[in-house]
């Protein structure tokens, strides 16, 4: 079964700017987690999708959004880009729905690379 | 608010050796999960294990062990017999056992170099 696919892989942009970055979950999966990582923060949850829902959000200012489809692919977009939005964007799929158990255990794919100059 | 707290930012050993990575977290849930996932060069965020709060046995995983303290909050990762494809960051992370509550607590991470 094919793992957790992320596009693109690096991305450059300038302050201002806007950027969509896409996920593709594992197949069958249907929740997909967008996770942030920088060397200042660490790994800061952005947001969770279920059903093309929004079920999750954490700390972020609205600038940061995002969608999933009835394929459970989703994207993020962050628009009005800051210096400190560069960071490695990794999104991460699971099973979901079931109440708690372990099929909530999440699976990452390799990340994007955003730099805004 | 849950808190993860990993006290050793970098570790390291030699190849075949056995390391242990610290972990502690702050809950007042009763219901959770805790992962361990490696982080290698590559930046590919890895599974390492999975421990369910409600089990007292503690998880292995091959090489992989935890030795889970539910009362002191405590989670460690054991690496047997290390080799030097377990260089990476490893974070330790916590999940509430919850009906849509899919979010991940990370704590910041130990990097750990096995040495040939």
């Known amino acids: 079964k094919a793992g957790v696919t992320q596009t693109p892989r690096y991305l450059i942009k300038t302050r201002g700017q806007q950027v969509t970055l896409s996920c593709s979950p594992i197949?069958?999966?249907?929740?997909v987690s967008w996770y942030q990582q920088t060397p200042g923060q660490g790994l800061q949850f952005l947001f969770e999708?279920?059903?093309?829902?929004?079920?999750n959000k954490g700390n972020f200012p609205g600038r940061f959004s995002g969608r999933q489809f009835s394929n459970s692919r989703s994207e993020m977009n962050v628009s009005t880009l800051e210096l400190g939005d560069s960071a490695l964007y990794l999104c991460?799929?699971?099973?979901?729905?079931?109440?708690?158990?372990?099929?909530?255990?999440?699976?990452f794919g390799p990340g994007t690379r955003l730099t805004v100059l | 608010a849950q808190t993860v707290t990993q006290s050793q930012p970098e570790m390291s050993v030699q190849e075949a050796e056995t390391v242990t990575l610290s972990c502690t977290y702050d809950?007042?849930?009763?219901?959770?999960?805790l992962f361990w996932y490696k982080q290698p060069p590559s930046r590919q965020m890895i599974l390492v294990i999975r421990?369910?709060?409600?089990?007292?046995q503690n998880a292995t995983e091959n090489r992989f062990s935890v030795n889970f303290q539910k009362a002191a909050k405590s989670f460690s990762l054991k690496i047997s017999d290390s080799q030097l494809g377990d260089t990476a960051m490893y974070f330790c992370?916590?999940?509430?056992?919850?009906?849509?509550?899919?979010?991940?607590?990370f704590g910041q991470g130990t990097r750990l170099t096995i040495n040939p």
């Open positions: 991460a799929s699971s099973l979901g729905g079931r109440a708690g158990t372990l099929l909530d255990t999440q699976y």
């Open positions: 809950t007042s849930e009763s219901n959770y999960y």
């Open positions: 999708y279920f059903s093309e829902t929004q079920r």
């Open positions: 197949s069958g999966h249907r929740s």
């Open positions: 421990q369910e709060a409600y089990k007292q």
């Open positions: 992370a916590f999940m509430k056992r919850a009906q849509g509550a899919q979010k991940l607590v």
